[in-house]
Structures are given as C-alpha cells and as structure tokens.
C-alpha cells in the first residue's frame, strides 16, 4: 500500500471533515442541554413522574428526597448523555412502548372493574403465584372457566348488532374448547436483562395498585408507571432496597 | 445478520440460524418435508404451538434477546391451558433420572423450566457419582436438542435415494407384517445390551420372532471382569477402593477420564489425594493421557509391554516373600511363573529403567493400602488379558482384596464382540433377511474392517431405532426414531444392588417414540402380545419390573410408596455388603503361560519404519457419540488444549526423523487404510507411538460431527481379542499430507514462565509429613496469602453481610472439563466454532489450562481452572467509561451488559484473560435454543462478558433465605462448576462467615491466590497447591 491509497480519496477527507462538524455540534447540544428536553422522559426519573401520577400516589410522594450525589453508581443510576449506547436504549425501550398510557386491545374484553370492583375478587384469586414465584402469571384458562363453566353472559347486558356476534364468555368458551391459550397481548413489557421477581416485592409489603395503578378501576387495562430503571430506584431508594446493578440486571 | 457473511464450514452454521432443516446426507429435498413438528412460525400469533406458548410465556426474555428486536406492542403472554399440579410458573421442576451416556450409571438430577430440560446435575443420593456429572454427560442436553435428530419416522424410497416420512402406525404395521412372514424368519437385533428393562424387553422380543441377538459395546470392560473371575472368583467387575488407597500403580487405564466410571473414580481419588497421606499413583501408558497427567510419577513403556513390567513386578514382590496369607497352591504357582522370568529381558522390552521399576516395588512394598489396576488400551491387546490376570495376581499378593478392591457390589460389564463377528458374517453371506438395530452405531464405532456396513447392505430390511442420522442409520431402510433418555421410561443396573430409574423429564421434542413403546406395538400388531408381558405399555413393563425388585428385596413398605420414593429419588440404592473370600481359579496361571509364550511385542507391522497406532479415548469425544454437540467441540481437550478437529500426537524427535514439522497435515497409512490429520508434536508419548483421539471422523451424524477430523479406527485391523476391540494392534506409516494443519491451539504458553500461576508442592520422597508442609519448588517466590499482608495505599472495601467467594483445590482437580460444560449449560454461553476460536474469540467463561513445568524426564502437568477472580481490586473496574463493570457489596465484579458499549477496555487491563467479548450475534438452530437458561440474558454484540459466580443461583438462595428469614447458610449457593465437579475441588461461599467451608479452605497452608502478590488485585478465588510426590 502506497501513500497516495492511504491518504483517501477527496470524498472521503470531506466526510470526515463533516463528521468533526457533527461531533461539534452534538458536543454544542449537550452543553444547551437540548437532547436533555428531548430525553427527558427517559433520563430524569422523578420530576415527570411525579407530575403525571395518578391519584394513587402515596405519601411519600411529598417526602421525597432529591437524589444524593452518591446515591449509588455513577450519574445516580442514569444512563448518561455521552452514554453511546443511548440510541439502542431509546430504540428499544423508546418513548411509544416504555411510555405511561399504552392500553392494548385484548383478544377478550376482559374487564377488571367488573372482577375486581363489583364482585369483590382478591387479585390472588386468579393472579394465584404472585406470592410464590417471581412471575404473577397469566391465569390459567381452567381458572376462568371455573367459574364461566357456569356463568353465562348476561342478556341484558349483551347488546349486540350483529347476531352472529359472540360474546365475550363465548370466546373464552372456544378457546377453552379448542384447549388453545389466551392471546393476551402484553401491558407491562420488562426488557429482557431486568430481573423482577413479583414474590419478592409482595412478600416486603408491596402492593399491586403501587406499579400497576387502580386496576379495580380500568375496565382495559392501562400501564401507569413508565418501569424504567429511574422509576424503579426512587422506590428501592426510598425504601431502602438494594440498588445494586446485579439485583435487578442480569 | 453480520456473522454470515464468515461463516465457511458447516461447524459456523450456528451462527447464520437457517440450518433447521435435517440433513439426509444425500438427499436435500428431504429438509422442508421432515421438518414438521419442529418449526412454527414464529410470527404467526393465530396457529400457537405449545412451544411457541412457552416461549412466550417462560423463557421470553431468553428468546426476545436472541431475536433481537421484537416489537414490544405486540408481545403476547400465554397462560396455561389447564392448570398442573406442583408447577408453578417461573419456577423450575427437577425430575431424577440416570444417565446413559456411558455404562458408568450416574444418578442425574434434570432441572426443567416450562416443561423444557435446560441443565443437568448430578444426584447426590447416587452411589456412583454423588453429585458430579462429567462434560459428556452435560452435553446429553444438546443431544436431546440436535437439530440434525430425526424428527418422524421415515422410509427409504423404492429408488433407495433418500427417505419419505411415514406415519408410526404404517411403520409399524409394515414391520409386523415381516416379522410375520415365514417366508422372512431370518432376523436379527443389535442393541447395547447391558441390563436394563429395554434390554429385557428386547430379549422377550426377540425370543418372540426367533431373532439373533448381537450386543455391540464399544467399551464393555469384559478382559478386566474375566481377570477378576479367573483370579478373585467373582462376578463382574470388582468396586475399586480408589479412597482407602495410598498408593495406586496403574496400567493404562484411564481412571480419571473414560475407563469404566471416571465420575466414581475421580471422586474417590481426589479424596484419597486430600487425605492426610495423600494417594501416590503410578501409572505406565506410553502416550500422557488425562491419568497420567494426574499422576505422581507417570513412566513411558514402550506399546504393549505393560505385561513385561506387570510379571517384573510380581517376581520382585515375590522375591520379597509377600502374600503369606495366600493359600499354598497359588504361591507356588505364582512362584513357577515367576521362577521363568527372565528379568533382564522384560526390562529391556519394556524401556523403562530398572532402578525405577525397584522404586515402584518397593513403593508397593511399604505401602498400607496399595491398588494395581490396568484397563484400557493395554487389555485391549492379545496379551490383555495375561496382564489383567497378573496385575490381579499382584493385588492377591499384597493382599488388596477386601482393602481397596470389594468383590461385593460388582459392576455389570458389557458383552462381547463375538457374537456381533458372527452376525456380520452371517449378513454379509446374505443369511439375514431383517435387521434391527439400536443407537449403538457400530458402523462408525468399529473399524472399517469389521465390514458392517458392507453387512449392512447386503441385508433386505434394516429397521433403525436410532433418533440421530449415524453412519449405521443412514444405511437403514427403516428409521423409527426412539427418545433420547431424558424422554423415555427405563432402568439402568449398573451395580449390583443399585437400582436407577430413568424417566422422561418432558414431552419429546419430536415425534419419536419410546424404543420399548415401539417393540411392543410392533409385536402387538404381530400377534405376538407375551413380549410385554402382559403389560399394556413400557411404562408399565418398567414398572411391573421394579414389582419384582421390590418383592426380592423384601423391604416393609408398600410397592407403591417404594415406587414413587424412587422416582423421587432417582433409584433405590442397597448398602453395601462386603465379600473378601477369593476362590483362585488355575485357569488364570494358564493364561499367563500362554501369554509368556507368545512373541514379545504381537503388533503387526514394520517396526523399523512404522509407528504403533494408539487410539485412546478422550473425555471429549469417548467413543464418537458426543460429536454432533457443539460443547464437546468447543471445549478444548484438556490436555492437547485443541478444539473442533482430531490431532495426531507424535514426539517431536520422531517427527524430526521424518521430515515432519508443527503445522504439518501428516497422513497415516496402512494396509487396512489411511488417514489425514493434524500433526500435533508433544514430547510427551512415546517415539514408537502415533496417538490419535477415537470418535472423530463422522461421515454424517450432523453438521457439528460431520467431517470433523477423522476416524483412527479405518486404521484398526479386524481383530477382537477376549471380547474386546483389540486397539493397539498395528502399526502405520505416517509421511506428509497434503495441505497446511488448521488445528486451533487455546493454549497461549505451555510454560508458566515461572509466575506460579498453577503450584505444585513437592511431597518428600519417602513418606508424606502432616499437613502437608511441603517443601515448595522454586520459582515461586515466598509470597503467600497470608504470610505477609502487603500494605495497601487505598481505603479498602467493605462487605457488610456477605463476601463471596470460591476456592479450588489443585490436588483434586483432574482438569476433566466437567466444570466448563457445567459453564457452557448454566450461563447460554453461545458457541462460535472453530473460525472464530483460532481469532482468540471463543466466548467460555471458565477455561482449563494446561501447564507442562520442568524437564521432559521429570515433568509434571498442571491444571488451572480459572475464571473471573471477582478481584477486591479490580484492574478491570476503573477503566471502562460507561460503569459498566464494577466492584459490589458482596465482593463480586458485576458485568451490567446493557450498560456496556464495548470499549474493551476491560479486557485489555485484565490480568487473568477472563473476558470474553461478543463480535458476533449468535443465533441457535431451533431447537437447540430450548436449552437456554431463563434466568440468565443472552447477550448481543458488542458487550463484554464474563464469569458471575452465577449470580442468579446467588440471588435464589437469598430468595429463599429471605422466605424463611435466614442468611443464606454456607453449601445453600453452588455456582454450576462447583455442582458439577466431579472430585469435588470446588467450593464456593461467604468469605465472611469464618466457619464456611471456602474461608476454612482459604486459610489452609496451601492457599495461594493467582498472581495477586505481583499485581495486588486481592482476588475472591483462592487456589490450594497441588500435591505431587517427588521421584525417589
């Protein structure tokens, strides 16, 4: 290889003159803090939250400590700005599937509200492993035809246009019948390195209502919390839980 | 993805994850139409499998990570259908069950999680193993998950090209229909043959239909079991004592590796080397096997003359008037053959030095307990079993029996060859019309010589029972493919007295079917419904079998309560009863003189100009069935530190006077055949010697097996002697090859340069002192934790509650690998074949290494297991920019991986080379990603990893601590290597807690911590020295 090759051709000195430009200017960005507004959501924990709670907040809400400097690992558990990896974590825990609101539609409309509220059921009457394993779990199909085997669709209630229309408790009949799982489609989406073990924050007094808002209430089920890691610390922080990495990551 | 674009040989076919299809060998139109019950699509959210629920539900991290990016608005959690009893999800079910990879009989424990097996441990209960488990035996998960199994039954076509599926009740109504047939009354069945209830099932079979039976056993350990009953009067083969010994001299039997039960034995062994007088063992064998690195003094006899040094030694002994106790009869005999002995020629025949040979005498004199042994290649010879009777007579004089050898609780062996010589002559002859044949595989597991698979064409109908497409299946015209063990019913005897019981730990991932299910149907469709027994099914065969042992054993509780204790425990295992009366029978004199009269070296060929071809099996390929699971490629044989290729070992002087050099392919040949291989110089064999590794050299099997290396047995002439494989039988002629060795060496030094980094204390000559305060060799420097704590600069850590850590005894590491396959199955280490390992980009967390030190006469061998230190003063922590890597309250270095950018800094600055980085995504041919473990992330490019000190099994038992509002109590946490180890070198706990098992071991004398009085990285793993006795 010669000297002439190595130098590059004169397109390539140009990209590489931008790409100083561009190293420039996000540099610039940095110190004005624009990405930070941008990011925002994903990298201050506490201050958004705190404004868009729902009313379920608690009182230690109003007790709430600012983060100490040392609190824990570098930059008080956030990813940081020069932090390259930025991008994948937006990318894949980005604002439209991570954010607060996302309500998916259901293969049933199942209705909480309807369980929970009116006819008084425990949580743990379906979500039965909560306490036992780190996964809540999905009911079994068996468990909600325990009760369905018997309980039919309410005719009044039952107002349909189309008569071939089934019913909600009719789907779930059929996929009893054809002895298929429930699609559900997930509400709460942990990425796949975070380690959370339901039993564990159950057992310390943890209740439901504190990550997954007032299910009682939601006839679809909604997310409430943003579960992102910032999220996660201000509780572990606050009640004096491990924040180290290795307990949640693995 | 980006790792296709390099993938070349078929072995990198991991990486680009289309290979799901199977491969027929010949036939590649077969792929799309088998692969039925495997694939689904996994986009497809309407049609949901059973797998595809669980891989939602269960292991969806697991397998989201692997996919890469799924869009998370879509992701479904699937419930469970019916609720099960017991299972809990999230939480994993462990069934007991036994192992089957070899006749050694090991109890294993199998965790399943969502109904998929993903890691095998062993059963402590298990009188065999007691808690380890070997590599092979690891690996039997991707045997369950080869993505080359055969996934339905299949026929071969009228043109003979290829297969078409069929469905089970068609194949099994065609076969009945010719068992049937008087027209077709000649049959025959070659299975494994040792006792078990398919065993007992196949000889009602064949006892049904009039059929010939052969047993195939690659390693049936018949020569040792007659020389025990020829000489002590017993049956089968007789319980080595190995940790009542204090001296073992050993004739090639490799003990610690592949002969016989290399768990039990390396289990007894290493404590037999952590005793107070530690174990010296001697061991002759002209090439360093795994034993013999092991050993204290390890003596390079020429081939085939371990008969010569075992009759030395006896008229020695015999000279020093030994054996009092023995009857009249046998001294004198012994004394007859003796008195013949010419000592001078034995010696010389056998090259070893006579001043050595005195030593070892007189090590047997003096010692209390002392135990010869020789199996392996050596009793595969025609003088096999001469040497196998001596070394039994020698144990006689010195008086073993009833010490460290037990005639009680006998060892079922294997069956002899003969019978199967015969059956191949009768097939080739054209006298066999069908043929039904097991997963034995002797097309590939015997030599090219023996003509099988000629034999096997001559025949009009095979019907294969075998779920893999081996070199015997291919020829087959019938493939029924059966469940591996972990899907199937049975029992294993491998001792008298201990029963175990395999059961199906899930549902099969194919559509294969047990092998005693089969048979039953199949005579049940022939009319002939007694083979059974009168049971409806093999479940209930099994059971009705386990009926009668508990009516013979006689115990209080009812049979079904003994049953389910079984299932649960994995067998039933009866106390052990002594027997020591001998009954000396004269037959075994006999066979000495016979072997006296024969030619002193019976290996055929040129000496001058040829070299004796000494296959041995390895702890990583055995007999070759291990080959299509990519563990047992990557992991680097322990000794030779190769990986994804066969080698030839030859001495460098040989080679030399050859005209040889490293990176040579050199090729073998013979009358019988020939073969190409890497060229691997080591001065430790013999200069008459051309080692080469069994089990390589697949011509199909599957894409991790096929093709790599090659089969040292088309080399082997046709010659069974006593029932045995005659191994070392031939010599060969070995020139250049053709083309450049691609042999990929993970060995970076073969000399520790003098860092001490694997110690080896030197016992005194004579007798060992307590406690071992060894003198310490030199170039080790005086530096030891402990002796001197060296001043620090900077505050230190703090560890409130718990400070892991883990130690590793040097004296009782074999270096057999088990811990890293335990590595490889526990932590979804992913596996980047042989390109990638020859970059240095292997991805292992925990790696043996190998160590030769001082000079070729008195050398010694180490091996270092080494993985993340979880340093207390990490060079690793402070440069990596992102805090990514970092120094925990628990005393461990925590790898957070989505924190991680790949800087590699970390990696630079360690000083042990423990992190390994990801250039590559890797993906895993469906279903071989059903082995991942859940609770540990698979992780993506671009990221360092390393060792945890399993952190996941970490944070379960503080789970479970907390429930029950404890601490985690010491033995609670066993990372998977220190579960596994077979000879119990590893421990692993809380450093702060002064009365746990690893801070005992950790203020022992012989503790040392590697390189940390150099560097002061103050690390959590604590090595003890090894224990090696000086030559006299």
């Known amino acids: 290889m010669n000297n002439r090759t190595r130098r590059g051709s004169p397109l390539r000195r140009a990209w590489l003159g931008i790409s100083v430009y561009k190293a420039v200017i996000l540099l610039i960005c940095g110190f004005i803090g624009l990405p930070q507004s941008f990011f925002s959501d994903y990298l201050s924990s506490s201050d958004v939250l705190a404004q868009n709670q729902p009313t379920t907040s608690t009182s230690a809400e109003s007790s709430r400590t600012p983060l100490s400097k040392d609190a824990g690992v570098w930059n008080n558990g956030q990813a940081a700005l020069w932090d390259l990896n930025i991008i994948d974590h937006f990318r894949l825990f980005g604002a439209t599937e991570r954010s607060k609101g996302h309500q998916p539609e259901q293969p049933i409309n199942f209705s909480h509200k309807r369980h929970v509220s009116e006819l008084k059921m425990e949580c743990q009457f379906c979500h039965w492993s909560v306490a036992k394993s780190a996964f809540a779990a999905i009911p079994e199909v068996e468990t909600c035809i325990g009760c369905h085997g018997v309980i039919v669709p309410d005719p009044k209630l039952a107002t349909k246009s189309d008569p071939n229309q089934k019913t909600e408790i009719e789907k779930l009949k059929d996929y009893y019948a054809r002895s298929e799982p429930i699609p559900w489609i997930k509400v709460h989406v942990m990425p796949d390195h975070v380690r959370f073990n339901h039993k564990r924050h159950v057992k310390a007094g943890v209740s439901c209502h504190e990550c997954h808002g007032q299910v009682p209430e939601m006839d679809v089920v909604e997310r409430v919390s943003s579960m992102k890691m910032g999220w996660c610390l201000d509780c572990h922080r606050q009640r004096g839980a491990s924040i180290d990495c290795s307990t949640c990551h693995k | ?1032």
Not at chain 2, 399 to 422: F, H, Q, W, Y
Request: charged share 20%.
């Open chain 2, 1 to 1032: 993805m980006s790792a296709e674009g390099t993938s070349e040989s078929n072995k990198e076919g991991l990486m680009s994850g289309n290979l799901v299809d199977l491969k027929s060998g010949k036939d590649g139109s077969l792929g799309g139409k088998v692969n039925t019950t495997g694939a689904t699509n996994a986009s497809s959210s309407n049609n949901v499998s059973r797998r595809r629920f669980l891989q939602i539900l269960g292991s969806a991290p697991v397998v989201g990570a692997a996919a890469g990016c799924t869009d998370q608005n879509t992701q479904q959690v699937l419930p469970y259908v019916n609720r099960f009893d017991q299972q809990i999800v999230g939480e994993s079910v462990w069934y007991n069950t036994t192992c089957t990879e070899c006749s050694a009989g090991c109890g294993i424990q199998v965790r399943t999680a969502e109904g998929r097996a993903i890691k095998i441990e062993g059963n402590v209960a298990n009188p065999i193993n007691k808690g380890g488990v070997c590599a092979i035996g690891h690996s039997a998960l991707q045997h369950l998950y080869d993505p080359d199994r055969v996934r339905q039954p299949l026929k071969r076509r009228a043109d003979g090209k290829g297969f078409d599926p069929i469905s089970w009740d068609q194949a099994i109504k065609e076969i009945s229909q010719r068992l049937s047939d008087p027209d077709l009354s000649k049959r025959a069945f070659i299975d494994g043959g040792r006792a078990s209830a398919i065993t007992d099932l196949v000889t009602n079979f064949s006892k049904a239909f009039a059929i010939k039976r052969a047993s195939f056993d690659f390693n049936p350990n018949v020569v040792e079991a007659k020389a025990a009953e020829l000489v002590f009067g017993s049956k089968g083969l007789p319980t080595y004592v190995f940790d009542q010994a204090d001296l073992v001299v050993n004739f090639g039997a490799g003990f610690l590796e592949s002969w016989v039960s290399p768990v039990e034995y390396a289990r007894a062994f290493a404590k037999a080397k952590r005793a107070d007088h530690p174990v010296r063992l001697v061991h002759f064998e002209p090439r360093l096997s795994l034993t013999a690195a092991n050993a204290d003094h390890w003596y390079c006899n020429k081939p085939d003359s371990e008969l010569s040094i075992a009759l030395a030694i006896l008229k020695l002994l015999n000279e020093r008037r030994l054996g009092e106790a023995l009857s009249e009869g046998v001294s004198s005999s012994i004394s007859a053959i003796v008195s013949k002995l010419d000592l001078e020629r034995l010696i010389s025949q056998s090259g070893i030095e006579f001043s050595k040979l005195v030593t070892v005498v007189e090590y047997l004199a003096q010692a209390k307990n002392s135990l010869v042994l020789a199996g392996g290649v050596p009793t595969s010879g025609e003088k096999g079993l001469a040497l196998a009777v001596v070394v039994n007579l020698i144990n006689l004089l010195l008086g073993n029996v009833g010490k460290t050898i037990m005639l009680s609780g006998a060892r079922a062996v294997g069956s002899s060859l003969d019978p199967l010589l015969e059956l191949t002559q009768q097939m080739l002859k054209g006298q066999i019309q069908t043929l039904f044949i097991d997963g034995s595989n002797p097309v590939f597991k015997l030599p090219a010589s023996f003509e099988i698979s000629y034999a096997l064409k001559r025949v009009e109908t095979v019907v294969s029972f075998s779920s893999h497409m081996d070199e015997s299946t291919v020829l087959a015209h019938y493939i029924l493919p059966t469940n591996t063990t972990l899907e199937s019913w049975g029992d294993v005897l491998a001792l008298e007295g201990v029963y175990s019981l395999t059961q199906p730990v899930m549902k099969p991932v194919f559509d294969t079917r047990d092998l005693g299910e089969v048979l039953i149907l199949i005579a049940k469709a022939a009319g002939k419904s007694e083979v059974a027994e009168g049971q409806s099914n093999f479940y209930n065969f099994v059971k009705a079998r386990w009926q009668g042992f508990h009516a013979k054993l006689g115990l209080a509780i009812d049979f079904e309560r003994f049953w389910l204790e079984c299932l649960e425990r994995g067998g039933y295992y009866e106390p052990r009863k002594d027997r020591i009366r001998v009954d000396v029978n004269n037959k075994a004199f006999e066979i000495v003189t016979q072997a006296l009269k024969s030619e002193a070296v019976s290996i055929a060929g040129d000496a001058h100009s040829e070299l004796v071809v000494y296959p041995f099996a390895s702890v990583r390929s055995f007999d070759g069935g291990s080959a299509n699971r990519p563990w047992m490629q990557e992991i680097p044989d322990p000794l030779s530190q190769t990986v994804w290729d066969a080698w030839a070992e030859i001495h460098p002087d040989t080679a030399k006077a050859k005209g040889l050099a490293a990176g040579d392919m050199i090729n073998i040949k013979n009358y019988h055949g020939a073969v190409d291989l890497p060229i691997y110089l080591t001065p430790h064999l013999h200069k008459d010697v051309v080692a080469v590794p069994l089990g390589y050299g697949h011509t199909d099997y599957g894409r991790y097996a096929k093709e790599v290396g090659a089969n040292v047995l088309s080399l082997i002439p046709k010659q069974v002697n006593n029932g045995t494989l005659g191994l070392l039988s031939v010599r060969a002629s070995v020139t250049r090859g053709r083309g450049r060795s691609t042999l990929v060496n993970v060995q970076g030094s073969d000399s520790q340069l003098g860092r001490g980094l694997a110690r080896t204390a030197a016992l005194g000559a004579v007798a060992a002192h307590d406690g071992h305060d060894a003198d310490h060799g030199s170039g080790h420097g005086s530096a030891h934790a402990g002796h001197h704590e060296p001043k620090q600069m900077y505050e230190q850590r703090e560890h409130p509650l718990y400070k892991w850590g883990l130690s590793v005894d040097l004296a009782s590491c074999t270096g057999c690998s088990a811990c890293v396959a335990a590595c490889y199955a526990e932590n979804n280490i992913g596996i980047v074949g042989k390109k990638l390992m020859d970059q240095g980009r292997e991805l292992s967390w925990l790696r043996i290494e190998r160590y030769y030190d001082g000079s070729a006469d008195e050398m010694s061998v180490s091996f270092l297991p080494m993985m993340c230190q979880h340093c207390g003063n990490a060079p690793c922590e402070p440069v990596c920019p992102v805090y990514a890597t970092y120094h925990n309250e628990e005393g461990m270095n925590v790898m957070v991986y989505n924190r991680c950018v790949g800087t590699r800094y970390c990696s630079n600055n360690c000083s042990y080379k423990v992190r390994r980085f990801n250039w590559y995504e890797l993906s895993y041919p469906e279903p071989l990603n059903w082995q991942l473990n859940p609770d540990v992330t698979p992780r993506v490019t671009g990221i360092m990893e390393k060792c945890t000190f399993c952190v996941q099994r970490i944070l379960q038992a503080k789970d479970k601590a907390k429930d029950e509002g404890r601490m985690v109590r010491d033995g609670d946490v066993k990372p998977a290597c220190v579960q596994s180890c077979p000879s119990e070198a590893m421990a692993f706990g809380n450093l702060n807690d002064p009365d746990s098992k690893v801070s005992k071991l950790a203020k022992s004398k012989r503790a040392y911590k590697v390189l940390d009085h150099h560097i002061n990285t103050q690390p959590a793993v604590t090595y003890l020295e090894n224990v090696k006795y000086k030559e006299a």
